[in-house]
């Protein structure tokens, strides 16, 4: 094994590499076939909500790295495999027994095919002060063939009214990933936005998880049915009813209800609690009537969060073909 030198802030051969000691320095991965073992150290940022650094960055089309044993923690994204401007995925990207806490905007983010996620904690994910509203996500994972599975996930929160996914696959073609034995669970509900355990916009296999204290367990219903969605256990789901709730939540789940907020998320409570001098209830209903296909109604009610300064709103409207 090779040791990474605090001096050393890429690594372009193959090979095994063992992190020596504690650092404040990024790494970058540029090779196919390396295996870097953080050896129980941690690899810590100091650039604060305001970062736009990877803990580890993994440059688009590499194969075979393993990342594994220790911590990264306060930076934008704990590791990002990118896929650059080309668009180039990388593959059989491994991430094992890592704790990812404290990083602002992704724990982990991978553009990447046959990857595995796996015996990681992702915890105190959010805060980033680069986007306005933004998307926060403990693991994200754009590609196919995807194994994410006895990860604990907890308290992701996204700032203003953006909104937060413990677990995020997003290739719809893919039927071939599995998001198994999780636990991913939030202290509190979101003050705006919504909490998401898993959002999985394919018909990858979601077995044998828990889900608690979220304003959503499972979503979006219409990839979820009784194969593919099984033997979970959802704890204190605030909407079990809403718009994006998969209602039936598969086969074998148990369900345990907690009292909740009242959940404002379908069309007859949100146009009746909608305020048109609060950006929140604004955009609230706009998505709903979006997600429903009411494309122009939700347009005007993001016009009107956008007046009010809403950068989530600002992103949903259509820009002039002038511009």
Request: negative net charge; hydrophobic residues 40%; glycine residues 10%.
């Amino acid at each position: 094994m090779k040791l990474l030198r605090n001096s050393q802030d890429a690594i372009d051969t193959p090979g095994a590499y063992g992190m020596a000691a504690a650092r404040d320095r990024p790494v970058v991965i540029r090779a196919d076939r390396v295996r870097l073992d953080l050896q129980g150290h941690a690899l810590c940022g100091a650039e604060g909500p305001g970062s736009r650094t990877a803990g580890i960055y993994i440059a688009h089309g590499c194969r075979d790295v393993r990342i594994e044993n220790g911590t990264i923690s306060g930076f934008m994204y704990g590791v990002l495999a990118d896929d650059g401007l080309s668009g180039e995925r990388s593959s059989r990207v491994a991430l094992r027994r890592l704790a990812l806490s404290g990083n602002t905007f992704r724990g982990a983010l991978l553009f990447a095919s046959h990857s595995t996620v796996e015996d990681c904690i992702v915890s105190d994910t959010g805060g980033t002060t680069v986007h306005e509203d933004a998307y926060v996500f403990g693991i994200e994972v754009r590609g196919d063939h995807a194994r994410v599975c006895r990860n604990v996930i907890h308290d992701f929160y996204s700032p203003g009214l953006g909104e937060s996914v413990g677990i995020s696959l997003s290739d719809e073609g893919d039927a071939a990933s599995s998001v198994e034995s999780n636990v991913v669970v939030n202290t509190r509900l979101p003050e705006a936005g919504r909490a998401f355990g898993a959002w999985v916009r394919n018909r990858a296999m979601v077995r044998r998880n828990v889900f608690i204290n979220l304003t959503y367990a499972i979503a979006p219903p219409e990839y979820r049915d009784s194969k593919n969605t099984v033997d979970n256990i959802v704890i204190g789901e605030q909407c079990a009813d809403g718009l994006f709730a998969s209602s039936g939540k598969g086969s074998g789940t148990l369900v345990v209800d907690l009292p909740q907020p009242e959940c404002l998320d379908s069309l007859p409570k949100a146009f009746a609690h909608v305020d048109e001098n609060d950006a929140a209830s604004l955009v609230r209903l706009a998505s709903l009537l979006q997600w429903t296909g009411r494309h122009d109604e939700a347009v005007r009610y993001y016009r009107l969060a956008a007046a009010l300064g809403s950068a989530e709103a600002q992103r949903h409207i259509p820009r002039d073909p002038a511009d």
